[in-house]
């Protein structure tokens, strides 16, 4: 066998292994570049169900005054006594909260037992919000919006009006 017909078979392995290292950088940064849309992507979707929760708790929380002489519920109770209106336990919580560490939203405390008929400019009053106070039933007067925001620098807010909102 002649020297140049040993050199193709190691040629050929040099090859194969450039290739290899070709192809695993090219992987690697093909993974680089969509990762982040991915990521992104994932808590845009996260984002919209937030704003739906937030929309159907919103919508339970004034059935709720419109079943009980125009009031809010209680704020340190409002989660047990808008129950009967909400149709599953994880309308209460964020999507964006790993399952077991908490819900992730509060009411405004300053609308406490308040009549909704009574509210001057209900589409500017937060009603529930994205909230870092994980606890069942939170609220606050609106203090414990997290930051930095929860969903791509950005915060829901549910207004007295019903409307939700995301908000930086």
């Keep these: 066998m002649s020297v140049q017909g040993r050199q193709n078979p190691v040629r050929l392995v040099i090859l194969l292994v450039l290739g290899g290292f070709c192809m695993l950088a090219f992987c690697l940064i093909l993974a680089a570049i969509l990762f982040p849309v991915f990521s992104q992507a994932r808590e845009k979707a996260r984002l919209d169900r937030c704003m739906s929760n937030l929309k159907a708790l919103a919508s339970a929380q004034l059935m709720y005054a419109n079943d009980y002489r125009d009031q809010l519920p209680i704020a340190s109770q409002w989660g047990d ?45 937060p009603l529930l919000y994205d909230s870092s106070n994980l606890a069942w039933n939170g609220h606050d007067p609106v203090t414990s919006l997290p930051n930095p925001p929860r969903h791509i620098r950005l915060n829901n807010i549910a207004f007295a009006d019903g409307q939700v909102k995301a908000v930086r």
């Design 81 to 125: 006594l808008i129950r009967p209106y909400v149709k599953t336990f994880d309308q209460y919580r964020c999507p964006s909260i790993p399952q077991g560490r908490g819900f992730g939203y509060a009411m405004n405390v300053r609308l406490s037992r308040q009549k909704v008929s009574r509210l001057t400019m209900p589409s500017q009053i």
